[in-house]
């Protein structure tokens, strides 16, 4: 659990890993040097359960170094990453473990989830379709289809993610990291296994849930102007992800034939996504040019 200044969640997140019916986990937390009470309440943890290992950063050394810290002190045979501020199941681990041990050659067990944005839950991706029994070609396949960033978060064989050097991480503007690429690269090295049951529950701060909400009531501030200005650098994203995706692909195993499919279909999927940004960015707009007209009539 890389953590970071996450005192209003992270008590909900400790509780709800720790309560977990397969109870044979280390839980790793790296405090990225916070300055609320994040250390005092994963310390008070430590105290009650003796399979939490708390380490502290003498100083801040980001969100993607810090991901990657916890990963480096992993020992067991599967690993999750676990957001500070989210919630699981009782049965996540459980099951995912389950479905990584019956589906030997699978990389990465991933289930249903939900969003949730301050007290509610969403159902951010309506079309979580079942992605059981897919061979590896078609779990990439379907991966990049749905371009859900929460598999992100299911449990991975370790010796994979040590493999593919963890987080991955460029020099894109804001996050310098894809959530994106670090599942694709995953995949290039054997398929998904998915468990049909919503077990997770995304905290997500408006970023993807409701993102237009801002608009309607026109409250720009620095916060809201920093989400919108990462919204609107998107296509960037979606670039580094296209490049770095197609030079994964070409350095992996698979087949000549399954290579070309898979870079067909990035390309396919990039142009998808940027024609669908510019359809948000143009609700957007009349969003934000009817509550001008509002106002003033």
Known sequence: MPAYNCEAF???????????????????ISDDASVDKTADICKLYTKKDSRILYIRQAKNIGFLKNFNYVLKKARGKYFMWA???????????????????????????????????????????????????????HSILFFMNSR????????????N???????????????????????FQALLHGPLTYVDEILFIKRDRGLFTLRYEVLKDLKINRTVFLKILRFLLFPIYYLYDLWFSIQYTFASDLGRREKIIVIFFSCVYFMRNIFKFFFEVAIGIILVMSGIIERYL
Do not use: M
């Open 83 to 137: 957001g500070c501020d989210d919630l699981w199941e009782k049965t996540y681990v459980e099951k995912l473990y389950t479905a990584l041990k019956n589906h030997r050659g699978s990389v990465l067990a991933v289930s249903k989830f939900n969003n949730l944005y301050r007290s509610k839950q969403y159902d951010y991706l309506k079309n979580q379709h079942k992605a059981s029994g897919l061979d590896h070609l």
């Open 10 to 28: 992270v008590k909900q997140a400790l509780d709800s890993l720790t309560n977990q019916t397969y109870s044979k986990f280390e839980l790793i």
């Open 161 to 183: 993610l040590k493999k593919i050097h963890g987080y991955h991480g460029d020099s894109r503007p804001f996050f310098h990291s894809s959530d994106y690429l670090t599942i």
């Open 148 to 159: 859900n960033l929460s598999y992100y978060y299911g449990l991975h064989r370790t010796k």
